[in-house]
């Protein structure tokens, strides 16, 4: 069975621009979460989609956005860049057991630079 | 407020001894519990899980350590190879599910 794709691997932008990142979850699995990975920060959620929902959303501001397809296929939206933006942004599906014990499972991440 | 704690940065073990990473939480709702392994720039790699109502989960050379009352995890890597030598991380979900609470990270390294 593939694994969690995400397209693509790099980007660099410049501020103020926007940026669409991609991914595609493993067959069968319906709920993708995304994730921002900082030197400062760490991994934080940043939202979560299941039935082309949004059914969990983290502590980011507005210029953060997704939208999921009925193929379960994500996307995740930042616009008006920031410097502070730079990270590598992973997404991660999973089942989507309501409840707790629904493991997800990881892309490679797209590594997004801001100049 | 950090749910989920890993206050050894980093870990220095040599080839074929014992590997434990530790890991602690605040929330005591939580009810599951996931290890991941990271290499830089790629994503996390899902390694071995536990539900609380174990307080072991073994899986080869890794085994996943339990205690409620405590509210402390450890993953135990038996033997220790070089190629084990990754960041770790542990992780809970939320009560909602699709989120996971993750802790800072323990970087291990493996010598030979």
């Known amino acids: 069975k593939a694994g969690v794709t995400q397209t693509p691997r790099y980007l660099i932008k410049t501020r103020g621009q926007q940026v669409t990142l991609s991914c595609s979850p493993i067959s069968g699995h319906r709920s993708v979460s995304w994730y921002q990975q900082t030197p400062g920060q760490g991994l934080q959620f940043l939202f979560e989609?299941?039935?082309?929902?949004?059914?969990n959303k983290g502590n980011f501001p507005g210029r953060f956005s997704g939208r999921q397809f009925s193929n379960s296929r994500s996307e995740m939206n930042v616009s008006t860049l920031e410097l502070g933006d730079s990270a590598l942004y992973l997404c991660?599906?999973?089942?989507?057991?309501?409840?707790?014990?629904?493991?997800?499972?990881f892309g490679p991440g797209t590594r997004l630079t801001v100049l | 407020d950090q749910q989920v704690k890993q206050n050894s940065p980093s870990l220095s073990v040599q080839e074929g001894r014992i590997s434990i990473l530790n890991c602690d939480y605040t929330n005591s709702m939580f009810d599951y519990f996931l290890w991941y392994k990271k290499y830089p720039a790629e994503g996390p790699t899902f390694l071995i899980s536990?539900?609380?109502?174990?307080d072991k989960n073994e899986d080869g050379r890794f085994t996943v350590f339990l205690n409620k009352s405590a509210k402390h995890l450890s993953l135990h890597i038996v033997p220790s190879q070089p190629g084990d030598s990754a960041v770790y991380f542990c992780?809970?979900?939320?009560?909602?599910?699709?989120?996971?609470?993750f802790g800072q990270g323990t970087e291990l390294s493996v010598k030979p």
């Open positions: 991660a599906s999973s089942l989507g057991y309501r409840g707790t014990a629904d493991t997800q499972y």
């Open positions: 992780a809970a979900p939320t009560s909602q599910g699709g989120k996971l609470i």
């Open positions: 989609y299941f039935s082309e929902t949004q059914r």
């Open positions: 536990i539900s609380s109502i174990k």
